[in-house]
């Protein structure tokens, strides 16, 4: 045997520590997470954001529980398409898979639509049809190009925004501050209940769209070859990512509901949360915020269209999808340029055609069927297939899948409509390609 053959092929390195899994993991899901969609989330539970933030954190949080479990039994894999796949059955994987990918399709529309508004805000001249181009033409130039927002980038940009949320919660105390002597306890027990607005249904709506505030904390999974003691810090992670997302953005939300209660009308509901910034802290504060968030939601919508365009092309290298479209890649840059054009299109198209609020429910509506998935999954893998059956094995992912359940049903009837014509256009193209195997 020669001495060259006894040298291992390179490996990943498992050298991510605890505390470095869980910066990594606020930084993914961005400290600002809940800004972007507050106005839709006011809208929709009649002011009660910060009651919808936490109902939402619970049912992640459940649900993170069974993306660890599940990360110890495949912690090469980290996908959903992968857990469902091996646990349940695999059209249920590739129907999982295909659902999802309504998260990174619609990742960057919805910030296409923000930015153009965003930018509007900036801008108020340049026309939203033009701002709208602008973005939907930028994502899609930053990945024909390799250009990705490195982990550095990612840093500074969370240290930025950790600035900007406590520049805007000093406003916010210096503004009630300054109210009235006449502020009792219960002005500062509205955003969680207020008994002239409350209603349960519009809250679990409202619900159903606040879960984009933790989209992403599932991403901890895939790094599970490089994390040290992946069976137990996976899961410690993604529950701590979880916790902590949605205690600050309850935080960020309740001090936005104290300055703008319900009832009074936002300028643009989209980027509400810039005008409640305005109000508590002026046009220096306003502007602040709206150029974090824009440049925030730059990198999310670029990142957004490389995820897509890369998990186009594994279901098209696979044959999954039809592979001379979405399998090609360009054999001089070495990018799925189809996959990167396509997705800029719908994101151009989208931003005319869709709202922020309708693409957000969508997103959801594919996410949520991934959480109940996964959910399924730990089921079948940790209670039922299980020789020493535990309660704790069963009970976190059933009720995580039951609260996913609720707030799916809750999703509106547009948006529940369109997501089963994407699954029904999935589950067409499997059975086509099926046939097409068949005949060959």
Not at 12 to 32: A, D, E, F, N
Not at 152 to 178: D, E, H, S
Not at 261 to 282: L, N, R, S, Y
Request: with cysteine; aromatic share 12%.
């Amino acid at each position: 045997m020669y001495a060259g053959s006894l040298v291992s092929a390179p490996s990943l390195r498992r050298t991510l520590k605890l505390s470095q899994l869980v910066i990594m993991g606020v930084i993914l899901v961005q400290p600002t997470a809940p800004m972007p969609l507050f106005g839709v989330v006011f809208q929709e539970a009649r002011g009660h954001v910060v009651v919808a933030i936490l109902l939402a954190m619970v049912a992640m949080l459940l649900t993170a529980v069974s993306y660890g479990r599940m990360a110890r039994a495949y912690p090469s894999a980290g996908s959903a398409y992968t857990y469902v796949g091996e646990e349940i059955h695999p059209v249920a994987g590739y129907l999982t898979g295909w659902s999802m990918l309504l998260d990174y399709v619609l990742n960057p529309l919805i910030c296409t639509i923000w930015c153009a508004k965003a930018a509007g805000n900036i801008a108020p001249a340049i026309p939203y049809a033009l701002w709208a181009l602008f973005f939907a033409g930028l994502f899609t130039f930053l990945n024909l190009r390799q250009v990705q927002t490195t982990a550095q980038v990612n840093t500074a940009l969370a240290v930025v925004m950790g600035l900007v949320i406590v520049w805007f919660l000093w406003a916010v105390g210096k503004y009630i501050a300054g109210l009235p002597s006449g502020v009792d306890a219960a002005f500062f027990l509205k955003p969680f209940y207020d008994p002239a607005t409350f209603s349960m249904s519009h809250v679990a709506t409202g619900t159903s769209l606040a879960v984009l505030t933790y989209i992403g904390f599932d991403a901890i999974s895939t790094l599970s070859e490089e994390v040290v003691d992946p069976k137990r810090n996976i899961l410690r992670a993604t529950v701590l990512v979880c916790l902590i997302t949605g205690v600050l953005s309850a935080i960020e939300v309740y001090a936005a509901q104290l300055i703008w209660p319900f009832g009074q009308v936002f300028p643009d509901i989209d980027t509400a949360f810039v005008h409640v910034a305005g109000k508590a802290g002026g046009v220096v504060l306003f502007q602040a915020l709206n150029l974090t968030l824009l440049v925030a939601s730059i990198g999310s919508g670029a990142g957004g269209q490389l995820a897509g365009a890369r998990m186009l092309y594994g279901m098209g290298r696979d044959g999954s999808i039809p592979r001379g479209m979405f399998g090609h890649v360009d054999s001089k840059s070495g990018i799925p340029t189809y996959n990167v054009l396509l997705i800029g299109a719908l994101s151009a198209l989208g931003a005319f055609l869709m709202s922020y609020e309708l693409g957000a429910e969508l997103l959801n509506f594919g996410a949520f069927i991934g959480f109940m998935g996964v959910n399924i999954a730990a089921i079948l893998r940790w209670y039922v297939r299980a020789q020493d059956k535990k309660m704790s094995a069963l009970l976190p992912p059933v009720f995580g899948f039951l609260i996913c359940f609720v707030m799916w049903l809750n999703l509106r009837t547009p948006a529940k409509l369109s997501g089963f014509g994407w699954l029904a256009l999935g589950a067409a193209l499997l059975w086509w390609r099926g046939k097409v195997r068949q005949a060959a």
